[in-house]
C-alpha cells in the first residue's frame, strides 16, 4: 500500500561512489641510530588513507585542504637539562627549511623511587598543499616511550 505512494530508487552503479577521507593514524617504532630526532612509525600497526609515506618517518599530503593534525608524544626517562618536548615539523621538499607547525611539553617529577611517564600530546588544524610533508621530532630519541602505541602521530582531512 505505502509503496505506491512514495517512489522507490535506486542508485545506478555509476553513482555509487566510495571515497575515503585522508587519514593517518602512525604508530612509533624504536628508530634506528640515523633518524637524527625523527620519530619513525611501525606500519604494521599503522593506518594511511591517502596519505604517503616517506623514508621512515615523514607523511606525504597528496590531497590539499585543512587537517586535523596531532602527536602524543610519552616520555619514560627525563633530560638533566632539557624540557621534554616534541615538536610537529612540516617542510615543503626534502631541500626546503622545515617549519615547527607545533610544540608541546612535559615533565618528570624529581623523583626517581617510582617508575613515571609523561605524555606531550598536541592538535591544530593546518591547511596543507599538495606535497607537503609532516613529521614528528624530540632532541632526544632514547627518552620516548616506545610500548604499546604510547607514542602517535596523525591527521585527518576535514
Not at 48 to 56: A, D, F, L, T, V
Request: with cysteine; net charge neutral; proline share 4%.
Amino acid at each position: 500500500f505505502l509503496f505506491g505512494l512514495f517512489p522507490v530508487g535506486f542508485l545506478s552503479a555509476e553513482k555509487q561512489e566510495i571515497t575515503y577521507r585522508a587519514l593517518a593514524r602512525m604508530v612509533a617504532t624504536t628508530p634506528n641510530e640515523d633518524s637524527k630526532g625523527y620519530l619513525q612509525w611501525d606500519m604494521k600497526h599503522s593506518i594511511r588513507k591517502n596519505i604517503n609515506y616517506y623514508r621512515s618517518s615523514w607523511l606525504t599530503i597528496l590531497e590539499p585542504g585543512d587537517y586535523f593534525v596531532y602527536s602524543r608524544v610519552t616520555f619514560s626517562k627525563s633530560h638533566v637539562k632539557e624540557p621534554l618536548t616534541s615538536w610537529v615539523k612540516m617542510r615543503k621538499t626534502e631541500k626546503e627549511e622545515e617549519k615547527v607547525m607545533m610544540a608541546a611539553s612535559c615533565s618528570l617529577s624529581d623523583s626517581a623511587s617510582s617508575p613515571q611517564l609523561c605524555t606531550a600530546s598536541q592538535g591544530d588544524l593546518i591547511s596543507l598543499e599538495r606535497g607537503d610533508q609532516l613529521s614528528v621530532w624530540v632532541p632526544d630519541l632514547s627518552l620516548v616511550n616506545y610500548k604499546d602505541g604510547a607514542t602517535v602521530f596523525g591527521m585527518y582531512k576535514l
